[in-house]
C-alpha cells in the first residue's frame, strides 16, 4: 500500500508541469480580451449660446421637456479593429457593451458605432480617415426656392440618430489579461424643433410638410467633422393648433469641426440656411413659404429650436377649389424616398 502511494505521488509531480502548463494548440482561454464599458452621451442638441437647457419652457412645446427629446439608446454596437498588421475586423456588442478577444500582438485602434440605422448609408469603413455616415437620398419636386439657393446639392431624408466612438492607439493588452476600457459614445445626429407659427388660417391646412436647406450631407465618425458638402433634408410635419411643427434631425451645419470632439471651432465661411415649408389644404390647393434663417443657425450648428412667425392663409383662398390640383402630386407615397443601401 505505501508502495502504491508512493507511485501515485511520483506520477501527480510527473503530470503537474503538463497539466498546468498552457499550449496555444489546447488551452481553452488563450487569449487576450478587451471589456468595452459603453456610456451614452444622450444629447439632442449642443449649446453654442441659445442656452436652450437653462430656459426651456415645455408649455410652449405641448408640455415636451427638454430632457424628453433625447435620442433613445440603439440596440447595438459595431466594433472595427484597425492595426497596422492586419485588415480591419468587425465585432458586435450589445447597447451595454462586454468583452472582445483580440490579437494582443500589437497595438490597435478601435472605431465604434451604433449599426442600427435604416437611413443612414456608412461608407469607406476600411479606411479610418475616410469612414463617414451619410443620409439616403430623396427627391421633391416642389422646393423651387431651395434649389436655387441651394444648387447641385443632395436632397436627404433626415439621418437616424447615431453615435459614435474612435479608441486611438490601445495598448497592447497580453494572452490571460483583460483590459477593461470605458467608452463614450458620442451623438452625431443632432435635432432641430422647427415650429411654423401662423397668425391665422392654420384651421385650413390638412397636411404639411417641410425642407431645410445648407445642412451638412455626411459626417466623419472618427473626429465627428461633418463634411464641406451641404445637401437638403425633407421631412413632414405635424399640423398643431399654432400652425405646424416638426422634429429634423441632421448632422450639423457643414464644415465644422465639433468641440466636443476635442476640436475647436474656427472661423467658418458665411452660408446661406434656408427653410420651407409646404402645406395641402383642405380643398385641394397647395400653399408654399420660404425662409432664411441663417440668423437662427449662426449659433445653432448643432441641433436647437427654429421659429418663424405671422404666417398666414387667407380664407378666399382656402375655402374656393376643385377639390383636385394637379400641383398636389408627390405628396405621401407618391414622394420618392430612395432605399438604404449599406456601403462598404
Not at 440596440?75 to 456588442?93: A, Q
Not at 447597447?95 to 478601435?110: A, H, L, W
Not at 383662398?317 to 420618392?336: I, P, T
Request: glycine residues 6%; contains cysteine; proline residues 5%.
Amino acid at each position: 500500500m505505501k508502495r502504491n502511494r508512493t507511485l501515485i505521488w511520483i506520477l501527480g509531480l510527473v503530470m503537474l508541469p503538463i497539466l498546468s502548463a498552457c499550449r496555444k494548440d489546447l488551452c481553452y482561454n488563450h487569449y487576450a480580451a478587451i471589456d468595452f464599458q459603453l456610456n451614452w452621451e444622450q444629447e439632442w442638441e449642443r449649446d453654442y449660446g441659445a442656452k436652450h437647457p437653462e430656459n426651456w419652457d415645455a408649455s410652449k412645446f405641448d408640455g415636451t421637456t427638454y430632457d424628453a427629446l433625447r435620442p433613445e439608446r440603439p440596440e447595438w454596437v459595431s466594433i472595427i479593429e484597425y492595426s497596422d498588421e492586419e485588415n480591419p475586423e468587425e465585432r458586435f456588442l450589445n447597447n451595454k457593451g462586454g468583452e472582445v478577444i483580440i490579437d494582443g500582438s500589437s497595438r490597435k485602434s478601435f472605431l465604434l458605432y451604433n449599426g442600427d440605422t435604416e437611413y443612414i448609408v456608412i461608407s469607406d469603413i476600411a479606411s479610418l480617415t475616410e469612414a463617414r455616415a451619410t443620409a439616403t437620398s430623396r427627391s421633391r419636386s416642389s422646393i423651387a426656392y431651395i434649389n436655387e439657393r441651394h444648387p447641385n446639392v443632395r436632397s436627404m431624408n433626415p439621418p437616424d440618430v447615431l453615435y459614435a466612438a474612435y479608441l486611438e492607439d490601445v495598448p497592447e493588452v497580453k494572452f490571460h489579461e483583460l483590459c477593461h476600457l470605458p467608452v463614450k459614445m458620442q451623438p452625431l445626429v443632432y435635432t432641430y424643433v422647427i415650429r411654423y407659427e401662423f397668425e391665422s388660417g392654420q384651421e385650413h391646412i390638412s397636411q404639411a410638410r417641410g425642407a431645410l436647406g445648407g445642412m451638412a450631407e455626411s459626417v466623419y465618425l472618427r473626429n465627428g467633422v461633418t463634411s464641406e458638402e451641404s445637401a437638403i433634408i425633407l421631412y413632414d410635419c405635424k399640423v398643431t393648433s399654432y400652425g405646424c411643427e416638426a422634429r429634423v434631425r441632421t448632422f450639423g451645419v457643414p464644415g465644422f469641426p465639433d468641440i466636443y470632439y476635442g476640436r475647436a471651432a474656427g472661423e467658418a465661411a458665411p452660408r446661406p440656411f434656408s427653410l420651407n415649408l409646404e402645406v395641402l389644404m383642405f380643398n385641394g390647393k397647395t400653399k408654399e413659404f420660404n425662409f432664411d434663417i441663417s440668423d437662427q443657425i449662426a449659433n445653432q450648428p448643432r441641433g436647437g429650436v427654429i421659429v418663424v412667425k405671422d404666417l398666414k392663409i387667407n380664407d378666399e383662398d382656402a375655402l374656393h377649389g376643385s377639390g383636385f390640383q394637379a400641383e398636389v402630386d408627390g405628396w405621401g407615397k407618391h414622394e420618392v424616398v430612395d432605399l438604404p443601401v449599406h456601403a462598404e
